[in-house]
């Protein structure tokens, strides 16, 4: 059974930092391309950061040069660092697994999300 479980959301003042952790199980990392993706209120989900399985990244440009993705292929771990947050950052996040195989076609896997609030 696959899992993945994000942690470390919460409450942050505008301009403070959080660091999103998200531990899969289930799954080999090294396999999957990872990201974050996070919706707020009345929005659609939209992707934040990606990471390849080869590591080169993406981001959505509202977090260029304020978050970065990174992972932990043998602790089958995936990790946001946000800095300077904005109020428009506060959404649930979500970690994502996902990956096309010659063998077992494509796989997509979601974690149940983490709140992130930004209020004064």
């Known amino acids: 059974q696959v899992q993945l479980v994000e942690s470390g959301g919460g409450l942050v003042q505008p301009g403070g930092s959080l660091r999103l952790s998200c531990a899969g199980s289930?799954?080999?990392?090294?396999?999957?391309?990872l990201g974050w993706y996070r919706q707020a209120p009345g929005e659609q989900r939209e992707l934040v950061a990606m990471?390849?399985?080869?590591?080169?990244?993406k981001y959505v440009d509202s977090v260029k040069g304020r978050f970065t993705i990174s992972r932990d292929n043998p602790k089958n771990m995936v990790y946001l660092q946000m800095k300077n947050l904005k109020l428009e950052d506060a959404a649930v996040y979500y970690c994502?697994?996902?990956?096309?195989?010659?063998?077992?076609?494509?796989?997509?896997?979601w974690g149940q999300g983490t709140q992130v609030t930004v209020s004064s």
């Open positions: 994502h697994a996902g990956g096309l195989f010659v063998m077992g076609g494509r796989h997509d896997f």
């Open positions: 289930g799954i080999i990392f090294s396999s999957y391309d």
């Open positions: 990471m390849s399985k080869g590591g080169s990244t």
